[in-house]
C-alpha cells in the first residue's frame, strides 16, 4: 500500500481518535460587557446615535453587541398600561420589537413549588457585583427590581443566557421571564477569557485567583437564607493500560 499523492498528509479517523486533547486558547486575555449610553437626546422623529471609541489594543466584537430599551404600552387614547388592570386584557409587543419602536432600524403548571428543587427566591436582591481578582466582571453592578409594581429584572435574567452562551443561539432553557423572577432566580457568568465556557472545542489557560460578589437587597432578610454557588472547570479524566481511572480536581 502506498500514498495516492506523496503530498498527502496522515490522518485518523475521528472515530479512533479518542486520545486527543483540546486546543489551549492564548490570544485572548479576558473579555468584558460594556454599557453605552446615546449621546444624543430621545426625540420622535431624531435618530438615536450611540459613539463607541477605540481602547487601544482592545477588540470590539460586534456580533455581541445588544440594546437594552425600557419602553410603556400605551392605548389609543395615549393611556399609560404600565400596570395593567386585573380585568384588562393584558398587552405585549409583537416578535419584531424594533421595528414597532422605530421606523428605521440598523445595525409549568401543575408542579408542586414546595417540592421544586430549583426554589431559588429572588429575596428583593437590588444589586448583585461579581469581582475576580480585583476586576469586575461587568462594568457596572446588577440592579435588578423584583417588585410586583415596577418591575425591572431583564438583565438579570439574561445572565442566565450570556453566562451559559446561549444568548445568541436557538436554544433556551425553560425559564420564562416570569418564572424567573418567582422561584428561578438565578445569577451566571461566564468567566473565560474569550466568553467560550460553551464551548468544548478548546481550552483556556489555568489561571488561579479569588472570586468576590455583593449582594445587597431591598428590605433586611427576616430569616437566615443559602447561597449555593455552582462551578465548573475544565479538566482531564484519564485511564491507563491497567484500567485505573485518574483524575486532578485539586484546582
Known amino acids: 500500500m502506498f500514498f495516492l499523492r506523496t503530498h498527502s498528509s496522515e490522518c485518523i479517523k475521528s472515530e479512533l481518535d479518542v486520545f486527543s486533547l483540546p486546543l489551549t486558547q492564548t490570544s485572548i486575555e479576558s473579555s468584558q460587557w460594556i454599557y453605552y449610553k446615546p449621546v444624543t437626546s430621545l426625540t420622535d422623529d431624531s435618530p438615536i446615535e450611540f ?72 429575596y428583593k436582591i437590588n444589586f448583585f457585583s461579581l469581582n475576580a481578582d480585583g476586576m469586575h466582571i461587568l462594568s457596572r453592578p446588577l440592579q435588578p427590581n423584583f417588585s410586583k409594581d415596577e418591575p425591572l429584572y431583564v438583565e438579570a435574567y439574561h445572565t442566565i443566557f450570556s453566562g451559559t452562551g446561549i444568548h445568541f443561539l436557538n436554544e433556551g432553557n425553560s425559564i420564562s421571564r416570569d418564572d424567573y423572577a418567582n422561584d428561578y432566580t438565578l445569577f451566571a457568568f461566564d468567566l473565560t477569557p474569550d466568553l467560550s465556557a460553551n464551548c468544548a472545542g478548546h481550552w483556556n489557560l489555568v489561571k488561579y485567583g479569588s472570586l468576590r460578589f455583593e449582594v445587597r437587597f431591598e428590605k433586611a432578610l427576616s430569616v437566615t437564607i443559602t447561597c449555593i454557588v455552582y462551578a465548573e472547570f475544565d479538566n482531564v479524566l484519564e485511564i491507563d493500560s491497567s484500567r485505573q481511572v485518574i483524575v486532578d480536581f485539586s484546582g
Open 51 to 122: 459613539v463607541i471609541p477605540g481602547h487601544g489594543e482592545d477588540y470590539l466584537d460586534l456580533t455581541h453587541t445588544m440594546l437594552s430599551l425600557r419602553i410603556r404600552v400605551e392605548s389609543e387614547r395615549g393611556e399609560s398600561t404600565s400596570v395593567a388592570v386585573a380585568d384588562v386584557a393584558k398587552v405585549g409587543p409583537v416578535n419584531h420589537l424594533l421595528l414597532s419602536i422605530f421606523n428605521q432600524a440598523l445595525s409549568g403548571g401543575g408542579d408542586d413549588r414546595k417540592l421544586n428543587p430549583f426554589n431559588f427566591k429572588n
